[in-house]
């Protein structure tokens, strides 16, 4: 019995091992378990900052470490030998970095992502074919690479249940059908994803898959074990070794599944059964990851007929999912769901805070252009200098419209999805209904931003808690769905600029600690409105002068002009309209920093006063109320 007892106790891991890996995952790419590119870069403390310390271009993968080739950043010799000993025992697996030494209350990533890549590369090839004809096969072919939990966690932070969507000093920021689109290489058009989902899928799941869903305390039967999936894709004891480079870890992994899938097209049910577990297994741990250890049974119904399964909009039930995740939870959550490297790739994109550098510029979809920094600081660290950072960060380095020069070449799914940008729409991913609100961000669209007044949406998308055991979203939410049908209603906007929208901003959002406004950043604003002043002085002289010479050029041509000379003025009179808008933003900004800065300062001394007046009539209150 003692033996027994023994053997039933939970193995600790091992020195330098992350929290999160469980017993069937790969060690390294457990939830939560991010990695670097081998190659890369990683970060030191240097005193109170963050340094970043260039990788050995074909190195051992260990950030930054081994021998020769690389140059070491002054004043990155003096990192201290406790964070050197702990960044030492976080390398070497999967050739990438762990995010930090094990911290209370860190933010881990739901996905398992590797082991899911390998399940696909493990596909026959006509799978695969299926898998791409579905509009799967760009997200799956992205490289995985290290996902940045404090990063996402100063963003989930800042997301306002109320507006859904992202508050900053500068006012809201929303991810839109575009952002998936470009970044992820989903479908965002399409039919919408939802239908009828059950408290009970015993029957779907043996019918489509072949496994036992569980029962939970209420009796519904929803999800399927984890090892049990990963058991029937050849995955269930697969483990990385600590040296073994993720690619190679991969590989392996992907003969294992190889040896598992039928090989003969022509057996249609059990090639069927094999792609829907890789599917669901794809959904459940990669795409719509969710709390727990099980992966969720709700899209069977979905998967029922797989010739219809690209027909979907895909992309906008990411967006829905992301925006559902984000808006629940009491604020301590220790996980993050859904695409966690779809946020993170977005951040790159808008605001620029050196946390990835761009290692392939013409690669599609984006979230193959980015090599993110890998950081040997500790995760409670880095969180704090990232909320300062988004709370200092200048508002004219934000990048409203980071898709203006690219185009569409070889990305069918912008092309089909286009006609759905710019539009607010509800969103749906089967219980999952969210209202994309991009009037709130329309600056992203060029256009001025005007204040507009939201509410929280009440009873969308609520589970069904074992009470209905069956539910059909298109006939409990009517509306949405008849909004999603119609294309959702084209964003515009009146306003003459976005000055009273930056006013209205602080007024409803000061009082909040990230949007309280910082004495220093007064004085940044005041030099980048003079920056910003030059830089625009310096365009319309450029206009000016481009102008008289193309009208000397067509007066001694007799014709109009080139058409390169006409789109480069285009271009220019447009970058000159933003820089005017990006001015007098800021000029509104600074004004509203001094009335808060003035308000605060005339607080401060009546609540002096106050004291002072307090103590001076201490002696004559009761005892009770002077110590209070």
């Known amino acids: 019995m003692e033996k027994r007892a023994g053997a039933k106790r939970r193995r600790r891991p091992a020195e330098g091992t992350p929290e999160g890996v469980a017993e069937g995952m790969p060690e390294g790419v457990a939830e939560g378990t991010p990695a670097s590119l081998s190659g890369g870069s990683t970060e030191a403390i240097v005193g109170t900052k963050l340094a970043l310390m260039p990788a050995i271009e074909g190195g051992d993968g260990r950030g930054g ?276 490297p779809f946020l993170q790739v977005w951040s790159y994109h808008y605001l620029p805070l050196g946390r990835a550098t761009v290692v392939r510029p013409d690669a599609v979809p984006l979230a193959q252009r980015w090599l993110p920094l890998v950081s040997t600081a500790t995760y409670t660290f880095q969180l704090e200098v990232l909320r300062q950072h988004l709370q200092d960060f200048p508002a004219l380095l934000v990048v409203w419209e980071p898709y203006a020069d690219h185009g569409d070449a070889d990305q069918p799914w912008v092309v089909s999805g286009r006609p759905l940008f710019g539009r607010d729409i509800w969103v749906h991913c089967l219980n999952e209904i969210e209202p994309l609100r991009l009037r709130l961000a329309a600056r992203t669209l060029g256009l001025y931003q005007g204040w507009c007044e939201e509410t929280e949406p009440r009873r969308i998308g609520r589970k069904t808690w074992g009470k209905a055991k069956m539910v059909d979203w298109r006939a409990r939410f009517p509306e949405q769905y008849a909004d999603w049908q119609r294309g959702g209603q084209l964003v515009e906007s009146d306003a003459p600029d976005s000055i009273a929208y930056l006013r209205r901003i602080q007024e409803e959002y000061g009082h909040r600690d990230f949007m309280r406004p910082q004495r220093g950043q007064l004085a940044s604003l005041e030099v980048q409105l003079i920056e910003a002043h030059a830089a625009l002085e310096t365009l319309r002289a450029a206009q000016l002068t481009g102008g008289r010479a193309d009208k000397a050029g067509a007066s001694s041509s007799k014709g109009a002009p080139a058409p390169e000379v006409a789109s480069l003025q285009q271009q220019l009179s447009a970058t000159v309209e933003r820089a005017e808008c990006a001015e007098r933003d800021l000029l509104a900004w600074s004004e509203e920093l001094r009335d808060a800065l003035a308000r605060e300062t005339d607080t401060a001394a009546e609540l002096t006063q106050l004291r002072s007046q307090l103590t001076q009539r201490g002696s004559e209150l009761p005892r009770e109320v002077s110590e209070l």
């Not at 479908?187 to 496994?211: I, N």
């Open 65 to 340: 470490g081994g021998n020769g080739g690389g140059s070491t950043p002054e004043g990155v010799a003096e990192v201290a030998a406790e964070e050197e000993d702990w960044a030492a025992r976080r390398r070497g697996r999967q050739g990438r970095d762990f995010s930090a030494r094990p911290d209370t209350g860190i933010m881990r990533p739901r996905t398992m992502w590797p082991l899911v890549v390998a399940a696909y590369q493990g596909l026959p090839d006509f799978q695969k074919e299926r898998v791409r004809e579905m509009g799967f096969g760009s997200i799956l072919e992205i490289e995985p690479f290290f996902i940045d939990p404090p990063l996402i966690q100063a963003f989930r932070e800042r997301w306002d249940r109320a507006s859904r969507a992202f508050l900053f000093p500068w006012g809201h920021m929303v991810p839109s059908l575009e952002d998936v689109a470009r970044i992820a290489g989903l479908r965002v058009d399409g039919e919408a994803v939802t239908g009828v989902t059950y408290a009970d899928y015993t029957d779907l799941a043996q019918d489509l898959l072949g496994l036992e869903p569980h029962g939970d305390d209420l009796g519904d039967r929803r999800v399927v074990g984890r090892v049990t999936l990963l058991g029937s894709l050849g995955l269930a004891k697969v483990r990385q070794r600590a040296d073994e480079p993720l690619p190679d870890f991969v590989e392996q992994a992907a003969g294992l599944t190889r040896a598992v899938y039928s090989q003969d097209r022509t057996a249609v049910e059990r090639v069927d059964r094999d792609l829907r577990r890789f599917l669901v297994f794809f959904f459940g741990k990669m795409l719509f990851t969710t709390k727990g250890d099980g992966i969720h049974c709700q899209f069977l119904e979905v998967l029922g007929d797989l010739g219809r399964v690209g027909r979907y909009a895909w992309g906008a039930a990411l967006l829905a999912h992301t925006f559902a995740d984000l808006s629940t939870g009491t604020g301590r959550e220790t996980t993050v769901g859904g695409f966690a």
